[in-house]
């Protein structure tokens, strides 16, 4: 700017023309637009909107630290601003993106999926389950959810022996809540299971992509990777929905707040959106040294107008305008970040991307690559290609393929080679096989199979380890179903596990309508419950009728006279969308369950003389409770009184209710 001004003199001095100093004034104001960041628009002054014109970079101003919180609803401009900031000011850069198809995505950088990885992490895993669940109300079951946790998780080395670990700890158990509070662990350990394998990398310029995740993955991969980040250090650390990592609870909050804490002394920038500054604890927001408010309303209105932001000049805002309010309330319209175009992104050199295989029948995909394999003769030609170019070799045993040009392009290019190859011989030992016949015939001899029972059915049939058999097998249940020649069933079972069953098509009543019946029968028979196969229902429990609806047939369950109430029970959320009122297998578990509950009040209320035996035998008659389940509810009352138990007792036996 000096240097400017001087040269600006030097050229009035030389041609006395005030003209001339339009010359490097047009220059210095070119310079600064290309060197800005945003424009200044409009500013608060005396108490009211002056409009302005200005140039603004987000350098300009000496800062505590480079720590920047952009709030603001959806569609306003947040995302834009993050990514131009980070990769204007930052060579280093990691992001966590939770939404599909974001801005973010198309960053100079490495995107990795998180949903391919499935780290198991003893050091992180119970806080970042505790925070990802949040329990607010501290009950008997909750204040036990830690302790369990701990010994579950110290005694496990990866998902599978946690599940094991946790079935043998249920089964074992004897105490009650404590078994109540195992069995909740278990329905939200479910709500986690990854459906990869493995540590996520860490990059230092990377997005995180973990929008294919559910809401309950998200927040808790989020804090587990977190936690890796403990020790980064010269780095921007870019968080888009806040919401999904700065939780708190009474005992337990995200390490992003020691990150945060810590950060300058380490040279890391938090770049924080967020579309309410409620999600951010009010503790951090003196942190951040910038920020930046778009178009608010309601409740984060009146938060932004308690911190002294003009409550006019926030009402001004048009898309893609915010205020920076640490350094005067001014009104700013960032430049658009430019997005890289389709194809222009290359891998990152000396970097290797994890492989996905898929094996169609005919050969393999690995990522981006094709391998395919041939007899010939005595040996086996392998075919692989990778778009630029094919490779071909002559194997006799599968193993000499690492000594081939191929191996050295495989092993170069994925990060899990050995894998890669491990998987074609698994499906090498099963090209024999007849994956469409086989599991035709196993439907034709059972009915309707989960996808595990087909895979071991083939296994026995043919010598071979079942685990070597379910990826053929599933990718050929996948294709006959998308083709028709199948039925796919998904069942939520009455603990909340998701299985998916098989069987042929048919146009009688399905089979899977009858495995859920079956499914009932036995919950009724866990619980005490006298359940029963009628004409003109499905099932009956005492005066209640239940009626299984598939979603097969585009149908409404027929009116049924002669029950108190009719249940109508559906095999997942889908079908259940369809039917109002509908219940799921878990659903009807906890509401039978607590017909014991109902049934001891109500012979409570007899002896105490409330009622008298006929209103409880009607009790009794419309719970459906039945034989062992209701013996030990009289049981429990005979000390109360003795003799009015045993006229319950005889009125029961008449009846054939025990």
């Not at 003199?9 to 945003?38: G, K, T």
């Not at 909750?142 to 022996?161: F, K, P, Q």
């Not at 094996?359 to 030609?381: P, S």
């Not at 045993?397 to 170069?412: A, G, H, P, T, V």
């Amino acid at each position: 700017m000096k240097a400017a001004v001087i040269i600006s003199l030097l050229l009035f001095l030389r041609f006395r023309s005030l003209y001339i100093l339009f010359i490097p004034v047009s220059l210095i104001l070119i310079s600064e637009l290309i060197d800005s960041d945003a424009i200044i628009l409009k500013e608060w002054r005396n108490g009211r909107i002056s409009y302005t014109l200005g140039f603004y970079s987000f350098r300009n101003r000496r800062k505590a630290n480079e720590n920047v919180l952009i709030v603001g609803t959806s569609g306003k401009g947040k995302t834009n601003l993050m990514d131009l900031l980070i990769s204007k000011y930052f060579d280093r850069f990691i992001v966590f993106n939770f939404k599909k198809g974001d801005l973010h995505l198309k960053l100079d950088a490495k995107v990795v999926d998180i949903s391919e990885y499935g780290p198991f992490d003893k050091d992180s895993f119970v806080e970042a389950f505790m925070l990802t669940f949040q329990p607010r109300i501290i009950g008997e079951v909750v204040s036990r959810y830690a302790g369990l946790l701990i010994d579950l998780v110290n005694r496990s080395e990866d998902w599978a022996t946690l599940l094991r670990n946790l079935d043998e700890s249920i089964k074992r158990e004897k105490d009650r809540i404590n078994k109540t509070t195992l069995i909740s662990l278990k329905e939200k350990i479910h709500l986690l299971l990854p459906k990869g394998t493995g540590d996520i990398p860490i990059a230092d310029r990377v997005v995180y992509d973990f929008s294919s995740l559910n809401d309950y993955q998200k927040c808790f991969f989020a804090e587990i990777l977190l936690r890796k980040l403990r020790d980064v250090s010269n780095i921007a650390i870019g968080i888009d929905e806040a919401y999904n990592v700065f939780r708190r609870t009474e005992h337990h909050y995200s390490i992003t707040e020691d990150l945060l804490r810590g950060g300058r002394a380490r040279k890391v920038a938090f770049i924080v959106a967020t579309q309410s500054i409620l999600d951010m604890p009010a503790p951090l927001i003196s942190q951040f040294d910038t920020i930046y408010v778009f178009s608010v309303s309601g409740p984060d209105l009146e938060r932004v107008r308690a911190m002294g932001v003009p409550e006019g000049l926030i009402k001004s805002l048009r898309n893609y305008e915010c205020i920076e309010i640490r350094s005067g309330y001014r009104v700013l319209r960032f430049r658009r970040f430019k997005k890289k175009e389709k194809g222009e992104r290359e891998e990152r050199e000396g970097e290797k991307e994890k492989a996905i295989i898929e094996y169609d029948g005919r050969g393999f995909n690995i990522g981006k690559c094709r391998l395919e394999m041939r007899n010939a003769g005595d040996l086996t030609e392998i075919v692989f290609s990778d778009g630029t170019r094919t490779e071909r070799c002559y194997v006799k045993r599968l193993d000499e393929i690492r000594e081939s040009r191929i191996w050295k392009i495989i092993e170069n290019r994925f990060s899990n080679a050995d894998e890669v190859i491990d998987r074609i011989k698994e499906v090498d030992l099963r090209r024999g096989i007849d994956y469409r016949d086989e599991i035709t015939n196993a439907l034709a001899e059972n009915g309707i199979l989960s996808s595990s029972a087909i895979a071991r059915i083939i296994a026995r049939r043919h010598g071979l380890n079942e685990d070597s058999v379910k990826f053929a097998c599933s990718t050929y249940l996948k294709r006959m179903a998308e083709k028709g020649e199948i039925v796919r069933n998904e069942l939520l079972d009455e603990f909340g596990r998701r299985t998916v069953y098989y069987e042929l098509p048919s146009a009688s009543e399905s089979r899977f309508h009858d495995l859920i019946i079956k499914k009932i029968e036995i919950i009724c028979k866990r619980l005490g419950l006298n359940a029963e196969r009628r004409e003109n229902v499905d099932i009956a429990i005492g005066n209640i009728g239940i009626e299984v609806e598939t979603g097969k047939k585009s149908r409404k369950p027929a009116e049924r006279r002669g029950y108190d109430e009719i249940i109508v029970v559906v095999p997942n959320e889908d079908v259940k969308k369809r039917y109002e009122g509908s219940l799921t297998l878990k659903e009807l578990f906890i509401r039978l369950k607590g017909s014991d509950k109902w049934v001891r009040g109500s012979i409570e209320a007899y002896l105490e003389g409330k009622r008298d035996i006929k209103w409880l035998i009607g009790v009794i008659e419309r719970s459906g409770l039945r034989g062992e389940g209701l013996r030990k509810e009289m049981e429990r009352m005979k000390e109360g009184n003795e003799e009015k138990v045993k006229i319950i007792e005889e009125e029961c036996r008449r009846r054939g209710y025990i």
